[in-house]
T-cell receptor
Framework: GAVVSQHPSRVICKSGTSVKIECRSL??????MFWYRQFPKQSLMLMAT?????????EQGVEKDKFLINHASLTLSTLTVTSAHPEDSSFYIC???????????FGSGTRLTVV | ELKVEQNPLFLSMQEGKNYTIYCNYS?????LYWYRQDPGKSLESLFV?????AVKQEGRLMASLDTKARLSTLHITAAVHDLSATYFC?????????FGAGTRLTVKP
């Protein structure tokens, strides 16, 4: 199979602090991982594409200095929400693709609440 | 820019009935995915459609892809309550994957 592990599943943080979310491919190597954001009752919006060993590619309107992405190995990508504010509260989901024919596998998601 | 339109957005149906969800997309692609999402959960992969004319079935769900019409359908046969969820189609074009808005399906007894 193709398993993607995402941690933490839930996090509550105070406004102004930073939160790191990890996304790991457990049984395959992923040169590319994707980070999505989902607001309640809405679809997934791609935030950025994480590339192993290079800078992430951010979608238009996503602040790269606020949402730091690091893809230091073929099995791990991290998303750090810096100086979080209540409007950053959302469901964050990562995904990775084992190969083009297999399709994308999604992590279990992280529910971020900024208070 | 790749755009994906999914309809209906909301679907309420009775158990035992059939219905189809449609997914149209704007640019050439031969890779289309269907996912299921339960409330508070992440996405579960249902189908991967890789070529024109592809048809896949799993239980009461059947998905098809017509790349010429840029259309995929997800057909529900004899719906049961357990199928209540939100269903998303997603289209992959040149490593750019975009999601439809989702169809919130409610199956009532």
């Amino acid at each position: 199979g193709a398993v993607v592990s995402q941690h933490p599943s839930r996090v509550i943080c105070k406004s102004g602090t930073s939160v790191k979310i990890e996304c790991r491919s457990l049984d395959f190597q992923a040169t590319t991982m994707f980070w999505y954001r989902q607001f309640p009752k809405q679809s997934l919006m791609l935030m950025a594409t994480s590339n192993e060993g290079s800078k992430a590619t951010y979608e238009q309107g996503v602040e790269k200095d606020k949402f730091l992405i690091n893809h230091a190995s073929l099995t791990l990508s991290t998303l750090t929400v810096t100086s979080a504010h209540p409007e950053d509260s959302s469901f964050y989901i990562c995904s990775a693709r084992r190969d083009r024919a297999y399709g994308y596998t999604f992590g279990s998601g992280t529910r971020l609440t900024v208070v | 820019e790749l755009k994906v339109e999914q309809n209906p957005l909301f679907l309420s149906m009775q158990e035992g009935k059939n219905y189809t969800i449609y997914c149209n997309y704007s640019t050439t692609s031969d890779r289309l995915y269907w996912y299921r999402q339960d409330p508070g959960k992440s996405l579960e992969s249902l189908f991967v459609l890789l070529s024109n004319g592809a048809v896949k079935q799993e239980g009461r769900l059947m998905a098809s892809l017509d790349t010429k019409a840029r259309l995929s359908t997800l057909h529900i046969t004899a719906a049961v309550h357990d199928l209540s969820a939100t269903y998303f189609c997603a289209v992959d074009s040149n490593n750019d994957m975009r999601f439809g808005a989702g169809t919130r399906l409610t199956v009532k007894p």
